[in-house]
């Protein structure tokens, strides 16, 4: 008698499969024409999509297999007796169970070949994203921008499709857009700033092992930096060796990682090398309209170096746009209706070395109601926004410590000036 589980036809197909790749295991693609290269190539993409999705399908609903072998779940199963990655095979189990519940035009598309398992990746991570999001994104809108990135993938990759889920909302529903990817970034700016640190560890080698979570921003401007030092035909000039051991203490990665931040901000393009022929900038871009509106975003433009950038990129909320063009030495490039350049920085932007030293002279510290931050360690700040036509001088500038001067650009706080000159922050209503 033959085992039910060898007659069922997904068994016996994938049987078929194995039987047929083994018939030609032999052959040499040598002997194949351009064309049937061609051929070959794409049309063995798609059926592995095909392959993949059917092995989802399943993955799916292998429940009882974990019950059965006392495993974790289904993943655990596969990871083990596959000798797969478990990371691969939580992974794949995740997707695989919001393609039978969620997902039905991408799991559809891979069925046809059509999207590959990258692909569907990317396009679940992004569709999660719309899930995350406040309730007025409703479910037409998500199943929208589902048909939509499916539609795509027949002509883009997995890091083009990226960054088309990360606009998907533009395209779907542009009348909330703005709005709630402003709330989104929000969200992850305040997560990011919690999240930071940075350690250092003398690993006893004559090494020094530096690990360190940031803000993708800072992450983007760190690796812009970097790639301009790491230009081949660039040659270091030798220096003399540093004395003593700066890391004896390396407590607070928290403050550490904050502190990085800060260097970034403070690093002067133009004493960079230059890179793509031009100094090495990073650049905010960002509508007129968004620039002046609380719920505004922008955009970073760096080197594009960092791994992952598909899953997240650079895109900012107006507020710390502000705050960066208030203080950092950041190319500002605010955009008109055409999407084009209204104002490419300005030659006085940022305020000049004795301006600082003027207002460490009149402010001291940070002029934050009760703070008492030394005003070597705080920003200047302008008093009537440089978004809005302030002036770069002493009378509308004022020194803020970082904490602060994060406040005096963020939505929810609004600062009110007293009469002794401090600010005084107050929470929007």
């Known amino acids: 008698m033959t085992h039910p589980s060898t007659t069922h036809p997904i068994v016996a197909a994938a049987t078929d499969v194995r039987s047929v790749l ?38 799916a609903d292998a429940g009882d297999l974990a019950d059965a072998t006392a495993a974790r779940d289904a993943a655990g199963w596969l990871a083990q007796v596959t000798r797969t990655r478990y990371a ?12 039978e519940r969620e997902r039905p035009v ?34 037409e809108t998500v199943d929208r921008a589902e048909q939509h990135l499916v539609q795509q993938a027949t002509t ?19 009348d ?6 402003a709330a989104r970034l929000a969200a992850l700016e305040a997560h ?17 092992r530096i690990t360190g979570r940031v803000p993708d921003t800072v992450g983007t401007r760190l690796a812009t930096y970097l790639e301009a030092f790491t230009n081949p035909r660039l040659h270091q000039a030798a220096g003399d060796e540093p004395s003593g051991d700066p890391l004896t203490r390396t407590a607070y990665p928290k403050r550490l990682g904050h502190a990085l931040c800060q260097l970034l901000e403070a690093i002067d ?14 650049v905010v871009t960002i509508p007129f309209a968004g620039l002046r509106n609380d719920l505004g975003t922008a955009d970073l433009t760096g080197a594009g170096l960092v791994p992952g950038d598909m899953f997240t990129g650079d895109r900012i909320t107006a507020a710390e746009a502000r705050r960066l063009a208030c203080t950092a030495r950041i190319l500002p490039a605010v955009l008109g209706g055409d999407s084009l350049p209204l104002d ?19 402010d001291r510290t940070c002029r934050a109601e009760g703070c008492d931050i030394p005003g070597t360690w705080c920003e200047a700040h302008h008093l009537h926004p440089w978004h809005t036509g302030g002036p770069t001088d002493l009378t509308n500038g004022v020194l803020l410590c970082s904490h602060h001067h994060h406040r005096a650009h963020h939505t929810a706080h609004r600062p009110d000036r007293l009469p002794n000159g401090d600010l005084r922050f107050h929470p929007r209503r």
């Not at 133009?270 to 100094?279: N, S």
């Not at 490419?344 to 207002?359: D, E, I, V, Y």
């Open 22 to 59: 083994k018939s030609v295991a032999d052959t040499n693609p040598t002997f194949m024409t351009t064309a049937a290269k061609a051929t070959a190539l794409t049309e063995l993409v798609a059926a592995e999509a095909q392959l993949t999705e059917l092995r989802l399908r399943i993955l």
């Open 269 to 282: 393009p133009t004493r960079l090398p230059v890179h793509g022929g031009d100094a090495t900038t990073v």
């Open 88 to 99: 691969d095979a939580r992974a794949d189990l995740a997707l695989a169970t919001a393609l």
């Open 106 to 139: 991408l799991a559809s598309a891979m069925r046809d070949g059509a999207a590959t398992l990258a692909q569907a990746h990317v396009i679940h991570r992004a569709l999660q994203t719309l899930d995350a999001l406040p309730a007025r994104v409703d479910a």
């Open 192 to 208: 990011a700033a919690d999240q930071t640190r940075l350690t250092l560890r003398r690993v006893g080698d004559g090494t020094t």
């Open 156 to 174: 883009f990759g997995p890091k083009e499709l990226g960054r088309i889920g990360r606009r998907i909302l533009d395209v779907v529903a542009p």
């Open 176 to 181: 909330i857009a703005d709005a709630a990817e």
């Open 344 to 362: 490419l920085g300005r030659t006085r932007r940022l305020f000049t070395p004795a301006q600082r030293k003027a207002l460490l002279v009149r």
